[in-house]
């Protein structure tokens, strides 16, 4: 082991990112990936010559570097797709993201007219304290929306009560709720947004093609990618990995490491270290949990099933959470265009009933449920298979963020070992900015001072560009100097004291051209202005009379003005949040 290598475990979308960006800087790495092909969780698995995404990945980034870099690897097979995805309740297909006309022709004009009073009752009698997902979304939606659109599909997602979900999740991931970015889409409307909801970028044959373009990419400029290997123990010593040991057909390898960049779950990460860390560093990783994705991928016969590229599923009468129609992705993934390719996704826990079910078992539901729910007839069913995919979402709970702290803490003391991706830093990352962090990785190696740990969803996926931040903050600049509270006494006092001076010298300017008495006209004022006599003593009558009255005036109109622009700002606020939820489920 004379010979150091800079290893990268994992060839995911994050580790070929970082071995890709190495690669261009004149490094040769080494990418060790346990399962017999590159994507991770992004991989495309094939039945019959059909394609089947694990999970469904739409392609699309604010980050220009990412758009263009897919763009570089793929070219012209990397194709524009018009979106359509719906909810399944209650029988009836919803458009998502939901539109207000849809939603209240389904659900009807009663139950619409009681989603609408449990709306009000949340903004009249909100949970004071937001600690759990429910509270969050009831705050914002109403108890009974939040119990229609948002509680069984969470709870089938990630397994547990909605009430034993931290609300500081669903805040991270509901981005656009900044005063600027509120006026900002009310008044000019969130174009980019809006086109991000439209439609989305995907490869011709799934996410897997663009891996295997990348994985031709590294091994062209000499790197390798040793498929079917999996690491099985990291030496370090005094702050440095020292090397990393695998096997690889049923053979034991080891090589020296310069740098190792890990996107392999960071809990086995730590029990893959020798020597092992602390206790308090094991426990904290062995405290930490994922949840697991089943997909039943089934052929039909028939040629359209539905036009969407996927359906949410809100039933609890099934156990499905999500089915996926390929073909609607991109035509080329069924060789056969009068069948069609259904990926049905359970989510689960590893070792739990459904995991443990057999293939054939599986299938069998799949194809019950998907005839239950009026969909495709049991008889249709051609072949399917079964992929379970572990670790496929981690879970934010309770107490994931102290155990995360004190893993961090640990791992910020190897000098040479960065963790990147959704698994490696335990980050509900999507997959842009995973790769954004694979790419970073392979800077710092470089001599770049990244912190990995400070890129999040709100830093790198959803981060506006420089110029978008300046914009903002110019936008709110002008908020605050357009919009700001009039001060309701120093108004009155100014507006008071402006007309009081006016009628005071337009009264001595009478004196003074025409003496004491300067005719029957100006004394009209006196109808108004009790008292009032063209003189000095009603000049200083004058002034007290248009004085008071423009005091009162001028204060009522601070108030009113002050009262408007608060409704406006609050419906705008929420008309922001209403947007920012309307893809929440694909945050999923």
Not at 278 to 301: E, T
């Amino acid at each position: 082991m004379n010979d150091k290598f800079d290893i990268i475990v994992g060839g995911g979308p994050a580790g070929l990112a970082a071995a890709y960006e190495l690669i261009k800087k004149g490094t040769q790495p080494i990418i060790l990936e346990k399962a017999d092909k590159v994507g991770g969780l992004a991989r495309t698995e094939t039945c019959q010559g059909y394609f089947f995404d694990i999970g469904g990945h739409r392609f699309f980034s604010k980050i220009d570097q990412i758009n263009s870099l897919w763009q570089e690897i793929l070219g012209e097979n990397f194709l524009t797709v018009p979106r359509l995805s719906r909810i399944y309740y209650k029988g009836r297909f919803f458009n998502y993201p939901l539109g207000f006309f849809n939603a209240l022709y389904n659900l009807g004009v009663i139950e619409s007219f009681l989603v609408l009073l449990s709306y009000l009752k949340s903004h009249f009698r909100p949970y004071r304290q937001e600690e759990t997902f429910e509270q969050w979304v009831s705050n914002r939606f109403g108890k009974r929306l939040y119990k229609t659109f948002f509680q069984t599909y969470t709870e089938k997602v990630w397994g547990i009560p909605c009430n034993a979900i931290r609300a500081d999740w669903a805040a991270q991931r509901i981005k656009g709720l900044t005063l600027a970015a509120a006026v900002a889409n009310a008044v000019f409307g969130n174009q980019k947004a809006k086109s991000l909801i439209s439609e989305f970028a995907y490869p011709l044959r799934g996410p897997g093609m663009m891996w295997l373009r990348f994985q031709q990419a590294v091994e062209a400029g000499g790197g390798q990618v040793r498929l079917n290997s999996e690491v099985i123990s990291i030496r370090r010593n005094d702050g440095l990995l020292q090397s990393v040991r695998w096997i690889e057909d049923n053979e034991i390898k080891e090589v020296a490491v310069r740098n190792v960049i890990s996107s392999m779950p960071v809990t086995s990460l730590v029990a893959k270290l020798n020597p092992q860390p602390s206790d308090v560093v094991l426990a904290a990783a062995s405290s930490l949990s994922y949840r697991a994705i089943i997909l039943v991928g089934l052929i039909v016969d028939k040629k359209d099933l539905f036009p969407d590229q996927w359906i949410y599923i809100h039933s609890s009468a099934v156990r499905v959470g999500r089915i996926q129609n390929f073909k609607n992705w991109s035509a080329a993934m069924a060789p056969d265009s009068q069948r069609t390719n259904i990926g049905m996704e359970y989510f689960c826990n590893e070792g739990d009933d459904i995991w443990t079910m057999s293939d054939a078992q599986l299938i069998d539901m799949a194809c019950q449920e998907l005839a239950a729910l009026g969909l495709s007839e049991v008889d249709n069913f051609i072949d399917g298979f079964v992929v379970r995919q572990p670790k496929a979402y981690p879970v934010y709970d309770s107490e994931y963020s102290a155990h995360l702290k004190v893993i961090k803490e640990f791992l910020g003391t190897i000098s040479n070992l960065q963790t990147i991706g959704r698994n490696g830093m335990f980050r509900y990352n999507n997959m842009d900015h995973s790769m954004a962090t694979g790419i970073q990785a392979a800077q710092n190696i470089a001599g770049a001072h990244h912190n990995l740990w400070q890129i999040n969803e709100e830093e790198a996926y959803l981060e506006e560009d420089k110029k978008s931040r300046d914009e903002q903050v110019f936008l709110e600049k002008v908020v605050g100097s357009k919009f700001a509270r009039m001060d309701k006494f120093g108004f009155a006092i100014a507006l008071g004291a402006v007309a009081g001076l006016l009628s005071f010298m337009a009264t001595v300017w009478l004196i003074i051209q025409d003496g004491a008495v300067v005719g029957s006209t100006p004394q009209l004022l006196s109808q108004y202005f009790i008292g009032y006599t063209v003189s000095m003593k009603g000049a200083f009558i004058a002034f007290g009379y248009s004085f008071f009255w423009c005091f009162m005036f001028g204060w009522l109109f601070a108030y009113l003005r002050n009262f408007l622009l608060a409704i406006h700002l609050y419906r705008v606020r929420r008309k922001s949040e209403l947007f920012s939820f309307r893809d929440f489920l694909d945050h999923f």
